[in-house]
Every structure is written in structure tokens, then in C-alpha cells.
């Protein structure tokens, strides 16, 4: 054992140096610092769009509704539906033709033949 050095704090097997050791560290920390930086630019979110701009997919508008103009073409962010106006269930694909309700309420019909409105919940 060597004098005043904690055997745990010995190289597993005695053989590395301890600039041997600092390098594998050094090499280590510079790799994951790499990953990092690649992961942060891969998940780095735009801005949620506000109600108005154009949109090609419901998760760019901050209502979550990406609503399709069928007079002037293309997509527009659009508020979510309010109380007894029409609703969809949910946002399936990247476009709507009819948004979801708003957090609070619940889109649903009592008669199969009308169409789904939101209520409260």
C-alpha cells in the first residue's frame, strides 16, 4: 500500500498512471460534451405559434390546432373550440377541419345523427 494515499483511491490494477488516468477523464468529459451539444440542437423547439399564422402541423400552433382553409388554401393556427360549438374528439394528423374543445370541456353528442359540441365535462 502506498503511504498516505487511500487504497480506494488507487487505479483498479495498480499499472495506470495518473496522467494516464486524468487523459481517459479529460477524453471522457470532451465525449459527453459533444453528445450534449448534438442532443440540445436536435430537441431544440421554435416557438409556439399564436393564433392567425399559417401552420403545417398542430403541434406549431400553441392551441394545438392547425385549422385548413379551403377559401385561400394553405393552414392557419386557430383557437380550440369554446362551449356548444362544434368540436372533433381529438387531433389526428398534421391538419384540422374542425378544432378539438378547449382544456375544460369534453366534445361529445347525445344523438348520433347531430354533430359532436362541447359541453362540460
Known amino acids: ?8 483511491c488507487l487505479p483498479p490494477y495498480g499499472s495506470e498512471s495518473p496522467t494516464s488516468a486524468a487523459k481517459a477523464m479529460g477524453n471522457t468529459l470532451v465525449t459527453l ?10 430537441f431544440h423547439r421554435q416557438p409556439l405559434k399564436k393564433e392567425g399564422a399559417g401552420c403545417s402541423h398542430h ?3 400553441s392551441s394545438d390546432c392547425c385549422l385548413i382553409n379551403f377559401d385561400l388554401g ?8 369554446r362551449l356548444t360549438k362544434l368540436c372533433l374528439p381529438q387531433t ?3 391538419l384540422n377541419i374542425i378544432c378539438p374543445c378547449r382544456r375544460i370541456l369534453s366534445c361529445s353528442t347525445g344523438d348520433p ?6 359541453h362540460w365535462i
Open 113 to 118: 345523427n347531430c354533430p359532436r359540441r362541447c
Open 74 to 81: 394553405g393552414a392557419f393556427c386557430a383557437p380550440r373550440a
Open 92 to 94: 389526428k394528423g398534421p
Open 1 to 8: 500500500m502506498t503511504r498516505g494515499v487511500h487504497p480506494a
Open 59 to 61: 403541434s406549431q400552433c
Open 33 to 42: 460534451v459533444g453528445a450534449l451539444l448534438l442532443c440540445g440542437a436536435h
